[in-house]
């Protein structure tokens, strides 16, 4: 079965980096669509980024243009979030996702906490 399992979130302070990562399995990577998303406590969850199936078509949120960015090693299966510059409002558990037949698949998520 799908399964994305993410990886790399924690606290770090405003200005900082961290890197996320999410481990694809279950399904022909190199054939769909990456995402990430995030949900902030009370707010509905957000698109943060997408990468076609090629890597070669992306997409960001305007809140992160500029600031993160998506990457994929389809030997590898996984997809990343590379997010610098982060800010207090970047806070949010992350969430990997992609789309298939059957509809969206979505990992446990990883707290990302941005704060001084």
């Known amino acids: 079965q799908v399964q994305l399992v993410e990886s790399g979130g924690g606290l770090v302070q405003p200005g900082g980096s961290l890197r996320l990562s999410c481990a694809a399995s279950g399904f022909t990577f190199s054939s769909y669509a990456m995402a990430w998303f995030r949900q902030a406590p009370g707010k509905e969850r957000e698109l943060v980024a997408r990468?076609?199936?090629?890597?070669?078509?992306?997409n960001y949120a305007d809140s992160v243009k500029g600031r993160f960015t998506i990457s994929r090693d389809n030997a590898k299966n996984t997809v990343y979030l590379q997010m610098n510059s982060l800010k207090p409002e970047d806070t949010a558990v992350y969430y990997c996702?992609?789309?298939?037949?059957?509809?969206?698949?979505w990992g446990q998520g990883t707290q990302v906490t941005v704060s001084s």
């Open positions: 996702n992609t789309r298939g037949a059957r509809g969206d698949y």
């Open positions: 990468i076609s199936f090629t890597g070669f078509t992306i």
